[in-house]
């Protein structure tokens, strides 16, 4: 604001708070109200934010210790070219896979990084298990407030659903259909429902046999784990250890299963249930890093008292 004759007001008059936190404590949240003195003709924005150049200030005035919380405990910009990174990887292998060409420098192949080019799919999936947990895991040993269910669900659908369903029905409509790649309207109806609901690795015909994307099977294991990822999640706040454990011993159990039971696999290597032990480890990645950023303070003793 320009005309400085207004003011703006805050509600609480307390400078400090105390949180204790414990066992049965699995939540917490704090507000407070801002108002003007004086009504205005525009709106106003009021912008409220951590000044790390101020802590000095506010311990000088109050005698306190206070210090702030790294900006690395929020953000991890280096994770960023890692995605790009694996994702670029795992592109280079299914581009080797159509065409065979493999890239050497002098006559030193590099046959052997394309042939194990799908390994980088888990890195994507425990990348995501790590970032996934991570506002969970600042909300554990932090203090901070539980990521709200809704809004997660809202932002997993914004960023995957409206891309992912313009390249479907891109292939759908430019490849599928005028090179009449389904053998009746019926296969091409349960291809399409499949891929938009994202089951489509439950059916051989819509997973392995589609013809409008069968690398779309890491989307659907992705959204398939969004569905369950709050509950999980809430979960391994009030059970660290006992809960991922449960997911590795549930992935470990199918595999077993699988092997015992099954002489194809090709159905079931890609399941949610062959990822769950990666997804935990990436969660427990989140709870680690978390501790080791604000330098274990306190964190201790509270995981000791819910595990």
Same mark, same amino acid.
């Given at each position: 604001?320009?005309?400085?004759?207004?003011?703006?007001?805050?509600?609480?008059?307390?400078?400090?708070?105390?949180?204790?936190?414990?066992?049965?404590?699995?939540?917490?949240? *704090?507000?407070?109200?801002?108002? /003007?003195?004086?009504?205005?003709?525009?709106? @106003?924005?009021?912008?409220?934010?951590?000044?790390?150049? %101020? @802590?000095?200030? $506010?311990?000088?005035? !109050? $005698?306190?210790? &206070? /210090?702030? +919380?790294?900006?690395?405990?929020?953000?991890?910009?280096?994770?960023?070219?890692? *995605?790009?990174l694996l994702v670029f990887i795992v592109s280079w292998y299914?581009?080797?896979?159509?065409?065979? +060409?493999?890239?050497?420098?002098?006559? !030193?192949? %590099?046959?052997? +990084?394309?042939?194990?080019?799908?390994?980088?799919v888990d890195g994507t999936i425990l990348l995501s298990g790590f970032l996934l947990f991570l506002p969970y895991a600042r909300a554990m040993l932090l203090g901070e407030a539980v990521p709200n269910t809704k809004q997660f669900y809202q932002r997993r659908i914004m960023r995957i659903v409206p891309s992912y369903y313009f390249v479907t029905l891109a292939l759908l409509f430019a490849v599928a259909l005028p090179w009449? %790649? $389904?053998?009746?309207?019926?296969?091409?109806?349960?291809?399409?429902?499949?891929? %938009?609901?994202?089951?489509?690795?439950?059916?051989?015909? &819509? $997973?392995?046999? &589609?013809?409008?994307? @069968?690398?779309?099977?890491?989307?659907?294991?992705?959204m398939q784990a969004y569905l369950i990822f709050p509950l999980l999640? *809430?979960?391994?706040?009030?059970?660290?250890?006992?809960?991922?454990?449960?997911?590795?011993?549930?992935?470990?159990?199918? *595999?077993?299963?699988c092997v015992w039971r099954l002489d194809e696999y090709n159905m079931v290597v890609n399941q949610l249930a062959n990822f769950l032990d990666i997804y935990a480890l990436g969660m427990g990645a989140a709870l680690l890093y978390v501790w080791l950023v604000v330098g274990g303070y306190f964190v201790t003793k509270y995981l000791v008292g819910i595990l």
């Open positions: 604001m320009e005309n400085f004759d207004n003011n703006v007001f805050v509600d609480n008059t307390i400078k400090v708070n105390s949180i204790f936190l414990k066992g049965s404590n699995d939540s917490e949240q *704090r507000s407070f109200k801002v108002a /003007i003195a004086k009504q205005e003709s525009e709106d @106003v924005t009021i912008h409220i934010a951590a000044d790390p150049s %101020l @802590v000095s200030t $506010y311990n000088e005035g !109050y $005698y306190d210790q &206070t /210090i702030a +919380l790294p900006t690395n405990c929020y953000k991890i910009p280096e994770l960023n070219g890692l *995605r790009v299914h581009f080797w896979q159509q065409s065979w +060409l493999t890239p050497s420098i002098g006559s !030193y192949s %590099l046959d052997y +990084l394309l042939r194990a080019g799908y390994m980088p009449h %790649l $389904y053998y009746n309207s019926s296969d091409m109806v349960r291809d399409v429902v499949m891929h %938009l609901t994202f089951t489509q690795t439950f059916n051989p015909a &819509t $997973y392995i046999a &589609t013809p409008i994307g @069968v690398a779309s099977w890491t989307i659907a294991i992705e999640a *809430r979960w391994a706040m009030k059970n660290p250890l006992g809960t991922l454990m449960t997911m590795a011993a549930g992935t470990f159990a199918f *595999r077993g299963w």
